[in-house]
């Protein structure tokens, strides 16, 4: 079968680079399915999981917001901050969304920063949930 190259880069750090068989995540529009030689696109990402299809696993990598380029043999996302479920600490997650929480239950300071942050934080811990222990 072919594949194409996935490479996710933060401004930090490249997270991943591999030859891979599909990508699926949620693009501006909805949940996209890439497949070797798809169309060309560009799209904003949300905050969401970019999940990974390589020689029959499957693996699930959290994604902070940031934009996705589709080529025919390669896909690039530019994540504000990415993370594998081997990188992703389930504590500071935890913290994260219960002081989001209380910000945003006490109509505390900015709450749209708030969301984004409960956002971050779960969608961290969905993540490493549906990830396979190591
Ligand atoms: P926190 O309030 O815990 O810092 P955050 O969502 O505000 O969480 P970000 O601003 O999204 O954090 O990320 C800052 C840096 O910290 C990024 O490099 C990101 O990958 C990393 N990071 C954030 N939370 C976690 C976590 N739970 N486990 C591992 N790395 C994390």
Known sequence: MSKMQLDIV?????????????????????????LPHHAPLVSPLQ?????????GQEEQIA??????EVR??????LAQGAELPGEIDVERAEKAKERAEERI????????????????AINRLEVVKKSPKR
């Open 10 to 34: 933060t401004p930090e750090k490249i997270v991943y680079s591999e030859q891979v068989d599909m990508v699926i995540t949620r693009a501006a529009n909805g949940d996209i399915g890439i």
């Open 47 to 55: 905050i969401t999981s970019v999940r990974v299809q390589k020689d």
């Open 63 to 68: 994604i902070s917001g940031g934009f996705i």
């Open 72 to 77: 025919p043999d390669k896909v690039t996302i």
């Open 105 to 120: 239950a006490r109509s505390e300071g900015d709450i749209a920063r708030a969301e984004r942050a409960l956002k971050r």
